[in-house]
């Protein structure tokens, strides 16, 4: 699948990215945020980072840029939209995603390896995976809010969990309601997500030797 | 105007120029003589450093720029080590950020892409004071390396009433790049354009003095610079991005504009219109705008046909770029404001600075011997924070970015990083300020050998190493003293293991506000290649085996620190230091263990604190330790040349050491169960100890 990784000024995953979206035979490539076609690409990568900076809040200048708009129109047609880390805070920023990321209840950018549940299968990102899958996660603000407690677990499609899947509080590391780690929109093809996916694509990486994070990017190859 | 220059340095001015130098070029001689920029007290020792060697691509030019050494299929790893204390000491979060900032541009100045950070930190305790620093100090590295996606891989921790007033802030970084595409920062043809990216603004004036005298105790707030690393990260991409374009390269550091274009110049001429230079703020006058320590800021200079080029790669981020002057043939620097000559001095005399040796006397070194028992002693240590898990900071650096991280912060001594070309490197930096205030030469080998066998604890072998010597004032004799016999150590030692010292930087006027002061504190960053085979270290029940001589050896080691010194100090043993290190590597490729550390704060009581907090029980017989018979020095002492290694083969490695000429003992084993060390078969209960040593940290600093 072609496939865009927006890079936007502060962006710093993106060759992270490309290295393990190869690893799935995707075509993917690093797009500047001020040369971003949206209708050249069948699904779009926003990388994590500290986009502008993060300033005024994280993702919150990007998701007003030109660049957003077509994401938008991406997500519109039913084409795969991916936000990793700091794209999935630009994807709630812009509304594609609903919610918000608070800053993590520990009040610092925290970095760990987790494991998290899938909750939902019935996205292209999630179909046939498996159920628990371990990535880092490196954020600040990670804590996902949505008022509608109920709600967010219906839109949860990864939840921090132990490693055999029970999603329990002690294990939640920012304070997300519902250990939400991840969500997709109703049709379920944008996924926003804190974890790395990038980071748990080899095997010489991760502290077991897996690579779930391309059981999440698989699909961009197909 | 608070200069730094001594009467007699202004004399030479006086009588060199034949006349009165403005106030602006008081200023430009200040930042260009200063201590941090000169090197005017150290140079004369910093030349008995092994700066070349095998592999060797670019050795430090003046102690100014970072060094290179080839790691293979022409690809060059660039390294750097700097400090910020006396910024760190004002304003702990903008004065550690900006020293990550600081670095990393020391990197992209040679065209390298920075791969790696470490920070080697040191405050006072966990008191209120030392908590402040500490704290910010973390966030500000974390701001900064996060934001520009360069992960901070390992780096060291330590708490000793010294640092209190003046906290020890170092950071290194590791870049890479072809080694046909590195970029000089001087230039040696006249005509190019001198290009300035970056805005200047008011913060950080006169920074270079303020790290040239004692910290003053006044507002010295304005000398501080203030980190943008959303900047950072656009002059990183954009730079990298013309690097091909550009003739040389510097960043903007210590004394400004006014040093950056001079050490360019580098002997020729140069020419800059100070009312080309963008500004931050308006009104800034001509001699702030020279001196302005700005961060974010490069010089480039650059063919007339390339500034275009080289421009439009920070418009497209908005990122200021304008041409500010050019080099010319004739070996003066002037600065002119809107065609008024503000300063107009002689190449030579600004990169001449007179040189010091100063008067020097070894001190006398007292101490007081507590007396104490094993059993409180070994409480006392593993309680120490020194030795304290520090996941509390680095969960807080994004130490996976870059998807090589393959020994990571926490998991051993060193860390262990993929490069471009499939192969890797360990890193690590190691100071020891206890060693140093007993014996500074002493501790110069022993912080090269002890970041040796860090090195070879991962299974990479030590090629080329940059060091940071931080001191007191240089005019107290017992101070000088130190400085040169620790250079000295380190000479020694880095001849010995074959790795050139090919970078590092001085930091003299570390004192308390009474004047003290620190306890001497080099410190050495290694970098070396994995050969084969490397090792993530994970402890399982097996046999633990004791490499090399346990010696009586209580002086200049934490116990001293805590206890007071008995026995000898710890030296360094260079050749047991290389053949324990060259055994452990091979053990490591041919997978003979499972963990191993090397011996060194809290002796070999401190290295078995990652056992106890795995889930294990160590059991240990006195009696094999070989090498002294003092309950005390068998479980603090640090002397070198020690690793302790965790194998279900004891027979190897007694067969492989006595091949060596070294010793190895099976000095005891790892079972699984709850954390006690069975000392000769009596149990010390450790949980408290080891249930603290977790989580000290986070308890205190949360």
Request: hydrophobic share 40%.
């Amino acid at each position: 699948m072609r496939t865009a990784v927006l890079k936007f000024p502060g962006t710093t995953c993106e060759e992270d990215v490309v290295k393990a979206l190869r690893l799935v035979k995707a075509e993917a490539e690093v797009v500047k945020f001020n040369s971003f076609d949206p209708d050249r690409y069948q699904g779009v990568v926003i990388p994590g980072g500290f986009s502008f900076g993060d300033y005024l809040r994280a993702g919150t200048i990007a998701a007003n840029s030109e660049a957003m708009k077509g994401v938008r129109e991406m997500a519109d047609q039913g084409k795969l939209v991916l936000g990793i880390c700091n794209g999935f805070q630009i994807l709630v920023e812009s509304g594609i995603l609903k919610g918000a990321l608070l800053p993590n209840l520990k009040l610092r950018f925290i970095t760990k390896w987790t494991y998290v549940r899938v909750s939902r299968k019935d996205t292209p990102f999630t179909r046939g995976i498996k159920d628990v899958l371990l990535m880092p996660i490196a954020h600040a603000e990670g804590r996902y809010y949505l008022e509608d407690e109920e709600e967010a677990r219906e839109l949860a499609v990864f939840q921090y969990s132990n490693p055999s899947g029970l999603v329990v509080e002690e294990v939640n590391p920012n304070g997300s309601v519902q250990n939400v780690a991840g969500i997709a929109n109703q049709a379920g093809n944008v996924i926003g997500l804190m974890p790395h996916p990038e980071r748990a694509s080899f095997s010489k990486l991760t502290p077991d030797g897996s690579t779930d994070g391309l059981e999440i990017l698989r699909v961009f190859g197909k | 105007m608070m200069l730094t220059l001594s009467s007699k340095e202004m004399e030479l001015v006086r009588s060199t120029l034949d006349r009165e130098p403005n106030e602006a070029e008081w200023k430009v001689v200040d930042a260009l003589w200063s201590e941090h920029c000169s090197y005017k007290s150290s140079k004369t020792f910093l030349r008995s450093l092994p700066t070349t060697g095998q592999g060797v691509i670019m050795s430090v030019e003046d102690w100014q720029d970072a060094g290179a050494v080839d790691v293979g299929d022409g690809w060059a790893l660039v390294l750097k080590v700097e400090s910020h204390n006396h910024p760190s000491a004002v304003d702990p979060y903008n004065g550690a950020a900006t020293g990550v900032g600081g670095i990393l541009r020391d990197i992209i100045s040679k065209g390298a892409r920075p791969i790696a950070l470490l920070d080697m930190i040191r405050v006072g305790g966990l008191d209120a004071k030392g908590k402040w620093l500490l704290k910010n100090i973390i966030a500000g590295i974390a701001s900064y390396g996060n934001s520009v996606g360069v992960p901070v891989v390992g780096g060291e921790l330590s708490f000793d009433p010294t640092y209190t007033d003046n906290p020890l802030v170092d950071v290194a970084c590791v870049g890479v790049v072809k080694a046909s595409e590195i970029v000089p920062s001087v230039v040696r043809t006249p005509g190019l354009k001198l290009v300035l990216v970056g805005f200047t603004g008011l913060d950080g004036i006169g920074g270079a003095s303020f790290a040239s005298r004692k910290l003053s105790g006044m507002d010295e707030i304005g000398a501080v610079q203030i980190a943008d690393p959303f900047a950072g990260k656009i002059l990183i991409d954009a730079t990298l991005e013309v690097r091909g374009k550009v003739e040389a390269m510097k960043d903007l550091g210590g004394g400004g504009l006014a040093v950056a274009v001079t050490e360019m110049a580098n002997g020729l001429g140069a020419r800059v219109q100070l009312e080309m230079v963008p500004l931050r703020v308006k009104g800034m006058s001509p001699e702030e705008i020279i001196i302005s320590e700005t961060q974010e800021r490069m010089l480039f200079a650059v063919k007339s046909e390339n500034v275009q080029e080289v421009c439009r790669a920070f418009e497209d981020y908005n990122y200021p770029c304008e041409v500010i002057g050019e080099i010319v043939s004739e070996p003066r620097i002037t600065f002119t404001y809107e065609g008024k000559v503000v300063v107009d001095l002689p190449s030579q005399l600004l990169l001449s600075p007179p040189l010091f040796v100063w008067p020097m006397n070894r001190k006398v070194r007292t101490e007081e011997v507590k007396e104490v028992s094993v059993r409180e002693a070994l409480s006392t240590i593993l309680l120490h924070p020194d030795l304290g898990n520090k996941e509390w900071a680095y969960s807080q650096f994004d130490y996976e970015v870059g998807v090589s991280t393959l020994v990571k912060p926490g998991q051993a001594d060193s860390a262990v990083i993929e490069l471009p070309n499939g192969r890797q490197i360990a890193v690590k930096g190691d100071a020891n300020q206890d060693l140093c205030e007993v014996d500074a030469y002493e501790c110069g080998k022993a912080i090269v050998a002890e970041a040796f066998r860090n090195l070879a604890s991962v299974g990479a072998r030590g090629i080329a190493a940059v060091d940071h010597l931080q001191f007191g004032d240089p005019r107290k004799p017992e101070v000088y003293q130190d400085f040169v016999d620790s250079i000295r150590g380190i000479s020694e030692a880095a001849k010995f293991f074959s790795v050139p010292i090919v970078g590092g930087k001085v930091s003299f006027h570390n004192e308390d506000k009474n004047g003290n002061p620190i306890k001497p504190t080099p410190l050495i960053v290694m970098a070396g290649l994995v050969e084969g085979k490397y090792l993530k270290p994970r402890v399982e029940e097996g046999w633990l085996v004791l490499l090399g001589i346990t010696r009586n050896e209580l002086r200049g080691t934490l116990f001293s620190r805590l206890f007071g010194g008995r026995g000898e100090v710890a030296r360094a043993r260079l050749m047991e230091d290389l053949l324990a290190s060259e055994l452990i590597i091979k053990a490591i490729n041919e997978s003979k263990l499972t963990w191993n550390k090397d011996i060194n704060k809290g002796g070999l009581a401190g290295s078995l604190l990652p056992i106890l907090a795995s889930g294990h029980a160590v059991h240990i017989n006195t009696k094999a330790v070989i090498g002294t018979r003092d309950p005390l020095s068998i479980l603090f002492s640090e002397s070198g040349g020690r690793f302790l290694v965790l194998t279900d083969d004891p027979q190897w490695f007694h067969i492989q050491a006595s091949r060596k000429g070294i010793v190895a003992s099976t000095i005891g084993k790892v079972t699984k169960g709850k954390a006690s060390l069975f000392l000769d078969d009596v149990e010390l209960p450790l949980e408290r100890e080891v249930e603290r040593y977790l989580n000290m940290l986070e308890e205190e600093l949360s």
